[in-house]
């Protein structure tokens, strides 16, 4: 999952993008208004979280210009003021879910989670090809029942390949969803996730490279 955090407190965003990967996303950081506005239309995010109160470009803002936009992005407003009344007015701004600072993390991270689910085309809960079964929610996978002990990318680029159900996803469209704005786009991270993904899900091979393309799941039996 790709998240952008647009927070000009900056200890509190950094604190939240720390959390966020911690639990396998990739996150992006701005500190103003200028550059989220930025950000969230140079990059297909699944989740923005945004606080209301920015200095440049105001939430408000970029809240109503995601919404105009069509984009399958989610809103996740944050205010220090957590009234009916200004939840109401983020909600009707486009916001697609409103949380007042202080906040638990844990909630953030549920919430986050829960908008992840809404910005992309509906996937199983549990995703499955021949005997591998992969579990986002609770961070699993498993190979003909043996569990299988992927670091937070190898599982990001593999849910991303059996979300396309067989058809071929491109090394920049695996680098945008599971890395973030600071890896160098001409790097070979990708190859090498991928061939060290290929070697502990082992035989029969479940991902196949498609030359000059890709990436996509094997056609298990062909």
């Not at 998240?3 to 939240?16: G, K, Q, S």
């Not at 996303?25 to 920015?54: I, K, S």
């Not at 809240?63 to 009234?83: E, I």
């Amino acid at each position: 999952m790709r998240v952008l955090v647009v927070e000009d407190e900056r200890n509190l965003a950094d604190a939240i993008a720390r959390g966020l990967r911690k639990r396998g996303m990739a996150v992006d950081v701005a500190y103003d208004g200028d550059a989220g506005h930025e950000a969230a239309f140079v990059t297909r995010y699944d989740v923005v979280v945004l606080d209301r109160d920015l200095p440049g470009v105001h939430g408000d803002q970029i809240c109503a210009d995601l919404a105009a936009s069509g984009a399958l992005t989610r809103v996740l407003m944050l205010t220090a003021s957590g009234t009916v009344a200004d939840r109401v007015e983020g909600l009707q701004l486009g916001a697609d879910d409103y949380l007042p600072k202080p906040f638990a993390f844990d909630e953030l991270v549920a919430r986050v989670q829960a908008l992840g689910r809404r910005a992309t085309p509906a996937a199983p809960p549990v995703l499955e090809l021949a005997d591998l079964v992969l579990d986002p929610a609770r961070r699993v996978a498993t190979r003909a029942g043996v569990p299988v002990d992927l670091t937070n990318k190898e599982f990001g680029v593999l849910s991303e390949l059996l979300k396309a159900r067989g058809a071929v996803v491109s090394s920049e469209e695996l680098l945008e969803r599971v890395w973030d704005a600071n890896t160098d786009p001409f790097t070979t991270i990708v190859r090498v996730t991928v061939m060290t993904l290929r070697k502990k899900l082992g035989d029969p091979p479940l991902i196949e490279t498609v030359v000059g393309a890709g990436y996509r799941t094997a056609e298990v039996g062909a």
